[in-house]
């Protein structure tokens, strides 16, 4: 797509130009016979894309996918006027597709791979144009049912039987040559022809681990590899760090300060605590007036809450959010957060079990409680996780009002916040990356990871209720 004049003659295979122009009744029938199955797609996809401003759709012959997406506009390029049914007023076809709309979308469908001319090209012109926080999504078939809908064209015609062969394992060594990289995958659709009541059991039973690789359909969803270069020496970035009964350990914090430039502000929220923990906070901020420290009253109903409050009222593009024991080093803080700037990386989960721990730092129930989630974050997220509960995480603070939107929502109230954090950054389709830290003993205080045996129970319920409402809800 280098530029819109050339899109309609460049776009499409020849062979399935002809087809869709001189099959439009059958294909229009088959369209009405499998409205199920584009449902159960769209379907999918909402759940996939959170608040989208403006969509692009790319598409043959299939755009009765756009009948039930949620976003405030939906813009269509199809293969053939034929196909233009207009179902609301946020669609927009287009004839051709100009780089100013690819630039203003923030979720670009493609529907249509299997009849382009030339895919590579078009990914590689598409990661050329969008903004560094759109979202490509592609729908594919995995290679058994490609082989299987191949014969069923020839016998029942409702396709080209000539067009690009592109299993989803094949797209997968694509990508990359094409400045995108992967963000999420999803299996979706083991049964594409409608049974009442069964069809949908089972297509939701095998979206289930192991299963779901008998799946017909995949969705990838992908970002671009390689972001904008900006100059980020200027930004602000707001560290919060929740505090209830630390008195001790805040003037703690005069030493690490040393570690910091002046653009950083320290956001203290003191959660109704008991000692004197508040006017340590102000005996720092006058010690340190290079920096810009605040103080602010956490609601006083959990560590999540008092973090949030925080994250609000944060001025920063960045948000670190760090815990007032002092159980990870800021120098560990820094080397982190120059990942985030300078790489694709969107949030980052610190973790605190690849490096050894020094002694006492970690007890060892919560060493297993903190595994055994690991090990259920790994296969939600379809990718390694090795701590789910270090209190350290660090994002852009434009990520937190899709982030925020489902707090509290996985099933029961996240007490510390960490499920809701790395929740929510994967249903938004953020590049999740987990940078390794030292993890020291408490200087001062106690844990408040108490009642080890109810949060464990609460958070395996978050986890549960997440994979539901993330692959098995529509």
Known sequence: MKNSEKVENNYYLENSLFFFK??????LNFLKKKNFLFSEISGF???????????LILCAGNSLISKNLNSSEINIKEISDDYKINYNDKLRYHTQVSDLLVSECDNIIIADIEHQLNPAKNLLDLSNKINDDARIIILSKNLIW?????????????????NNFLPSSYLYNLYSSCNLEIVRTERIIAMPIYIPLITNFVNKLFRLPILNIFCVSSITILKKMRKTIKNNNNQIISI???????????PLFSDQLSNLSNNYELLFGDDKSKDNTKNEIAKLSQKHKDFKIIQYDGPGICKSENVYKGIDIARGEIIIIYDADLTVDFKDINFALEILRNTNTDFINCTRMIYPQKNKAMKILNFFGNSFFAILFSILFKKKITDTLCGTKIFYKKHWEKIKIDNGKWGAQDLWGDFDLLIGAYKNNLKINEVPVVYYERK???????????????MFWIVISAYYKLRLKK
């Open 22 to 27: 001189n099959n439009v009744k059958k294909r």
């Open 146 to 162: 490609m082989i299987l809908i191949k014969i069923l064209k020839y016998l029942f015609g409702f396709s080209p039987k000539k």
């Open 444 to 458: 001062e205080g106690e844990t408040k990871m108490t009642s080890l045996f109810s949060n464990t129970i609460r």
């Open 240 to 250: 919060i760090i929740p505090c209830k009964d630390e008195g001790k350990n805040i």
């Open 45 to 55: 996809i909402n759940s996939c894309i959170n608040n989208s401003k403006k969509i």
